[in-house]
């Protein structure tokens, strides 16, 4: 089963001190979304010509009060897979529990035994619904 590194996230509480940080030690922006609904941006940025290495620097609008503890600047590891439901079956078939389920056939995140959150993208195109995973309940955090 082939998966492939996407990214590290990191939340930041001062979007624009962030950016001009990771431009001082030499990344540059590569990539930037921002989500009206979810009231949040995401910067990607990575070394010059490693665009398959970015660094997520997530922002949310509103603002974040636990920042800058620690515990909330790592987000996660994020790996894209070949075929989410497979890789999630086979996970759960080896008692790991799926905290966040791929109920859109897009989009699923796990535990790792040190509690670090890993987050699995379908390639390309969502899969369309299935079961058991449509119907399944978040478990834990995610």
């Avoid at 949040?40 to 290495?53: H, N, V, W």
Wanted: glycine residues 6%; proline residues 8%.
């Amino acid at each position: 089963m082939q998966v492939t590194y996407l990214h590290t996230m990191v939340r930041v509480k001062d979007l624009e001190a962030s950016i001009r940080f990771y431009e001082l030690i030499g990344l540059e922006k590569t990539r930037h979304y921002d989500s009206e609904e979810g009231r949040f941006s995401l910067i990607f940025m990575a070394p010059p010509g490693q665009p398959e290495c970015p660094l997520e620097l997530t922002y949310n609008w509103d603002g974040d009060d636990a920042l800058p503890d620690d515990s909330r600047h790592f987000g996660h590891l994020a790996y894209e897979v070949e075929n989410i439901y497979e890789m999630c079956q086979r996970l759960q078939d080896n008692g790991i529990t799926i905290n966040r389920p791929p109920r859109d056939g897009r989009m699923a995140f796990v535990r790792s035994p040190d509690n670090i959150s890993i987050e699995f993208l379908q390639k390309g195109a969502p899969l369309a619904p299935a079961e058991p995973w449509a119907s399944m309940d978040n478990t834990g955090h995610w």
